[in-house]
């Protein structure tokens, strides 16, 4: 009889234990799963308004040089314009003395390249050339454009032991249009015509026969002048927007840009 009754209570006492431990356990299930409710929901609706602020995307078609735009669909040129951009927006170290140089000889540059027909994409050359600097390659090449001795002479340029108009940035610009404008005339595309200017004329049309192809973005070309015409866009692209690169112009550039924009719509 004991033995029936110890057996009943210790039934009675297990169900109690049990039903005490599960009621204790139950409020702390609730309020997990009501935190993670309101945790999910919190996340979501901060997601919808406040949405992260992607970083500015490469637009191709934003880039081109004097109109000519980079081939649609081509991944190899997209890719190349990309590296050589972003190697201009993190290593080009002198890019805020370039935008004051810019904003110094721009005015010089540009009415000159106007007046021979030359498209004014042209004038960042000297930027990529020589960073507006008059100094000596070691092929021999200096001032603003590079000129090699016997190149400068036949465009009219005097150098000598006395004086050395490659150093002028005036007098060297209007050499530099007449070259250009020559390179235009032979090549017909002012792409070809800039990878001439680089090159020389005698190279560029030894590779255009060879290669059976006068598209630049699609020839085969030494590393400097594969390079040379993407440099020219990358350099054009920083100086025109500074801000989306990186970099922060001085004012005087920022007015030459607006200024220019300004005269640019009034023309449209």
Known sequence: MIKKHIIRCSVILTILIVAKVFAYNMPQATKSQKVTKSTTTKNTTTTQITPSKAAPEFKKAQLNFA??????????????????????????????RLHQKAAEWFPVIEPILAFYGIPNDFKYVPLVESGLQAGVSPKGATGFWQFMPGTARTYGLKVNSAVDERKNLRKSTIAA????????????????AAAAYNVGDTHMKRQINRQNQNNYFKMKLNRETAGYVYKLISMKAIVENPAQY??????????YNAENEKSEKELN
């Not at 109109?67 to 649609?72: D, F, H, R, S, Y």
């Not at 249009?177 to 070809?192: M, Q, V």
Request: some cysteine.
């Open 177 to 192: 249009c007449k070259y250009i404008r020559e390179l235009h005339d032979i090549f017909g595309n002012w792409a070809l």
């Open 67 to 96: 109109k000519e735009t980079l081939p649609e669909g081509d991944k190899k040129v997209a890719g190349k314009m990309k590296r050589i951009l972003a190697s201009f927006n993190h290593r080009h170290i002198q890019t805020n």
């Open 246 to 255: 990186g970099f922060r112009a001085p004012r005087a550039l920022l007015a």
